[in-house]
């Protein structure tokens, strides 16, 4: 069967890149889970097939083959359009590989372009969130010292005030302080440990349901559309709620300042399998997408929301997204965004298990 990996390459099973084993005739011998995922074909299906079967009137793929075997070296054919024998059309990059084990000569190693720059953005992504956190994270410091020392000054020159009316200036001085404060604990919190354990996905979601169905006016409706057979994922509960009601919060103030009719925000869960986050694959993931009906996120600012200090609402912080998406990125997710007058969906993956987030817990 086709299913069988050939002896001493176990490990292909495992790899996120889509794998083909060819023999001498240019019949498929092998095909690895993540060729099945990306082509939608099934491994057992094409058995035996000629790539000139599989893939359809493909001349590019077939050249690459061929100056393979002539030069008996990889050949690498970079960014060309392929046609399954399901009529699906996919780009992609391939390299072909001569070896010889068993019956097998050639290896094809196919990249998606489109998961390619996606594993690119979340990587840029990665990288700016880490230096905005560590930037932020030293800013609150510097900031909190001097912070207390004029809460304490103004405090001290009340007491001082000949004249009670005056007392209007200094509490002015306080108020701003202890809100310039209680910003910077809001920079310091992504780093508190998170606390890992079974959490149930939708739980989460009701909680944040709850607080939003008790905070907006009744013309907002919160819906669910939740795939009960998801299984328990390891994470934070208390970050995750965090998260997501950052999320859902920006949602419903903007349908209530741009008066939406028939406003509604959407709760949706789904299950997605053999899914590349930060550069590993795992089995299952949970699909969670928070949408509205509303005006969608102004251009201007659209690929910068996930920045801190950036904010399309009037007095809104710019804190709530960059926080959302520091908590994912703990729990090894990846959360994104797509935007358009009339739909915006934030979309977040989160894996169901991860090694490293199960060491933690034993270490709790």
Do not use: W
Not at 22 to 41: D, G, I, K, M, R
Not at 88 to 116: H, N, R, Y
Not at 199 to 228: F, G, K, M, W
Not at 332 to 338: A, Y
């Amino acid at each position: 069967m086709v299913q069988h990996v050939p002896s001493g390459f176990s490990g292909l099973e495992h790899l996120a890149t889509a794998v083909m084993l060819l023999n001498q005739a240019h019949q498929v011998v092998y095909a690895n889970p993540s060729t099945e995922v990306l082509f939608a074909l099934s491994a057992t299906h094409i058995n035996k097939s000629h790539i000139s079967e599989v893939f359809l009137n493909c001349e590019v793929l077939q050249t690459a083959i061929d100056n393979a075997v002539k030069n008996d070296s990889p050949f690498r054919e970079h960014e060309f359009a392929l046609t399954t024998m399901r009529q699906q059309s996919f780009a992609v990059t391939c390299t072909v590989t001569p070896f010889k084990i068993g019956e097998a000569t050639l290896l094809l190693e196919f990249q998606q372009m489109d998961q390619q720059l996606r594993i690119a953005k979340e990587e840029r992504m990665l990288i700016q969130q880490q230096a905005n956190s560590e930037l932020l994270r030293n800013l609150a410091h510097e900031i909190r010292n001097p912070l207390g020392g004029l809460r304490g000054a103004a405090q001290l020159l009340e007491h001082e005030l000949p004249s009670p009316h005056l007392r209007e200036y200094t509490q002015v001085i306080i108020k701003e302080a202890d809100r310039l404060q209680s910003l910077m604990d809001r920079l310091l919190v992504p780093h508190r440990v998170p606390k890992y354990e079974p959490t149930n996905i939708h739980e989460v979601l009701e909680r944040v349901r709850s607080l939003l169905l008790a905070e907006s006016p009744n013309n907002i409706r919160v819906l669910r559309d939740y795939d009960t057979s998801l299984p328990d994922l390891i994470g934070d509960r208390e970050k995750l709620i965090q998260a997501v009601l950052n999320i859902a919060r920006n949602a419903v103030q903007a349908l209530q300042n741009s008066h939406t009719p028939h406003a509604e925000v959407v709760f949706r869960t789904r299950s997605q399998r053999q899914v590349t986050l930060s550069k590993k694959r795992y089995r299952v993931a949970i699909q969670l997408q928070i949408s509205d009906n509303g005006p969608g996120i102004p251009s201007e600012i659209r690929d910068r929301i996930f920045y801190p200090l950036v904010s399309g609402r009037e007095g809104g912080s710019g804190l709530g997204l960059a926080l959302a998406q520091t908590f994912i990125t703990q729990h090894h997710g990846m959360i994104d965004c797509e935007s358009k007058p009339g739909k915006t969906c934030f979309s977040i993956l989160l894996p169901v298990e991860s090694t490293v987030i199960k060491n933690a817990i034993i270490q709790q």
